[in-house]
T-cell receptor, first 117, second 113 residues
């Protein structure tokens, strides 16, 4: 069975601090995709990144970076120099196999990030 | 570019009343469509998905149903709402060309009183 665990329920940091959000996944598929979504107070889920299981290269996008490690089944998300606008709930998600049939995503329970000014 | 819209954005319904939430996608053809629910506590639960017109798969037994009368239209319904149906409902779409990524609408807040 597939499962995504985000052990951190809530994190509170002060602006400009770096923060890492943890994500651990379980799957028996050899091909799978991992995602991060951001849910600001408005409610809409905003897609941030997709990673496939064959690409373990870390990725950086501005202040955001992602660390994918198959050996530990983790896909962690780091925000550098956090800002108040980063305050949101962040979800990690997992999709089995290749695209096409269903694209069903399994979500973690989310981590609420509060960035204090 | 593709866009997704769902409505109404918020609604308050009495127990036992019917429900209809509508979602439409523009700018793509033959998308996979999804309904997720987010109850208090933030977890996202997949309710229904559809890979084509008239094709609906239900993930969990519940008081809700879904229909897809047109390629880019997805409707979530209930004949009689329960208090436990309250939550935030999100429609989403994806295609074989979106690399397994799904994109969400703005969401609909439902409060059953």
């Amino acid at each position: 069975a597939q499962k995504v665990t985000q052990a951190q329920t809530e994190i509170s940091v002060v602006e400009k601090e770096d923060v890492t959000l943890d994500c651990v996944y379980e799957t028996r598929d050899t091909t799978y995709y991992l995602f991060w979504y951001k849910q600001p107070p408005s409610g809409e889920l905003v897609f941030l990144i997709r990673r496939n299981s064959f690409d373990e290269q870390n990725e950086i996008s501005g202040r955001y970076s992602w660390n994918f490690q198959k050996s530990t089944s983790s896909f962690n998300f780091t925000i550098t120099a956090s800002q108040v606008v980063d305050s949101a709930v962040y979800f990690c998600a997992l999709s089995g196999r290749y695209g096409g049939a269903t694209n069903k995503l399994i979500f973690g329970t989310g981590t609420l990030l509060a960035v204090q000014p | 570019s593709q866009t997704i819209h769902q409505w109404p954005a918020t609604l308050v319904q009495p127990v036992g009343s019917p429900l209809s939430l509508e979602c439409t996608v523009e700018g793509t053809s033959n998308p996979n469509l999804y309904w997720y629910r987010q109850a208090a506590g933030r977890g996202l639960q997949l309710l229904f998905y559809s890979v084509g017109i008239g094709q609906i798969s239900s993930e969990v037994p519940q008081n809700l149903s879904a229909s897809r009368p047109q390629d880019r239209q997805f409707i979530l319904s209930s004949k009689k709402l329960l208090l436990s149906d309250s939550g935030f409902y999100l429609c989403a779409w994806g295609t074989i060309f979106s690399g397994n990524t799904i994109y969400f609408g703005e969401g609909s807040w439902l409060t059953v009183v």
